[in-house]
C-alpha cells in the first residue's frame, strides 16, 4: 500500500488477556519500529527490526511484550497479561533503510484500551 | 535525559499570524524532525533537519538548528485553523543512529479563525 497501516484501529481487551497488534509498513522499506504514545505526551521508543531481526528492542518495557518480523515485511506486536497501565495508542513507523538521514513514516496507529 | 523537549506547551494564535515552536535536546544528534499530529493518531512527517544544516524550508514551514545549542525551532507563517494540531521534534541521537527517534511531548497549536 501507499502508506504503513496498523490494524485493528481500536482495541479493547479486559486485564490479564493477550493481544496482538498488525504492522504493515510501506513496501520495500527494511527498518520498522513500534512506538508507544499515552494520552499527553510523545511516542515513546519500544523496538526496531531491520530485516527479520530485532536490532533493538531495550525500549520494551517488561517480559510481556514482544514483537515479531517473521519475513521481514509484517511485524506483530504481542502482549500478555494485559495491564491497565498498557492503554496507548501504539504506533508503526517505517524506513526505507535505517540509518541518520531517512525520515519514518508513521502508521495510523492501534488505540488499546485495557478494562 | 536525551529527550527532546519543546516550549511552549501550548501556543494560541489567530489565523494569519505566525506561530513559532522550540525545541532543545542534550546529547549529540544525526538529524532532527518535525512532526505533526491531529488528534492524537498518527505522525505525519514535515521536515527533516540534518546535523550539519542550519534551515529548511518547505512551503509556509522554516525549520532552524543551532547545534551549538542544541536547539531548534519550527516556524509556521501565515497560520491557517487547519494548522491546529499538536507539533513534535523527534531527534535522532548519534548514540542511537538508526535505530530510534526521542520525541519530545509536544506543542499543542491552537489557531483561531
Known amino acids: 500500500g501507499a502508506g504503513v497501516s496498523q490494524t485493528p484501529s481500536n482495541k479493547v481487551t479486559e486485564k490479564g488477556k493477550y493481544v496482538e497488534l498488525r504492522c504493515d509498513p510501506i513496501s520495500g522499506h527494511t527498518a520498522l519500529y513500534w512506538y508507544r504514545q499515552s494520552l499527553g505526551q510523545g511516542p515513546e521508543f519500544l523496538i526496531y527490526?531491520?530485516?527479520?531481526?530485532?536490532?533493538?528492542d531495550s525500549g520494551l518495557p517488561n517480559d510481556r511484550f514482544f514483537a515479531v518480523r517473521p519475513e521481514g515485511s509484517v511485524s506483530t506486536l504481542k502482549i500478555q497479561r494485559t495491564e491497565r497501565g498498557d492503554s496507548a495508542v501504539y504506533l508503526c513507523a517505517s524506513s526505507l533503510t535505517p540509518g541518520a538521514f531517512n525520515e519514518q513514516f508513521f502508521g495510523p496507529g492501534t488505540r488499546l484500551t485495557v478494562l | 535525559s536525551q529527550q527532546g523537549e519543546e516550549d511552549p506547551q501550548a501556543l494560541s494564535i489567530q489565523e494569519g499570524e505566525n506561530a513559532t515552536m522550540n525545541c532543545s535536546y542534550k546529547?549529540?544528534?544525526?538529524?532532527l524532525q518535525w512532526y505533526r499530529q491531529n488528534s492524537g493518531r498518527g505522525l505525519v512527517h514535515l521536515i527533516l533537519i540534518r546535523s550539519n544544516e542550519r534551515e529548511k524550508h518547505s512551503g509556509r514551514l522554516r525549520v532552524t538548528l543551532d547545534t551549538s545549542k542544541k536547539s531548534s525551532s519550527l516556524l509556521i507563517t501565515a497560520s491557517r485553523a487547519a494548522d491546529t494540531a499538536s507539533y513534535f521534534c523527534a531527534t535522532d541521537f548519534q548514540e542511537t543512529s538508526g535505530s530510534r527517534l526521542t520525541f519530545g511531548e509536544g506543542t499543542q497549536l491552537t489557531v483561531n479563525p
Open positions: 546529547t549529540s544528534i544525526n538529524n
Open positions: 527490526f531491520q530485516g527479520t531481526g530485532a536490532a533493538d
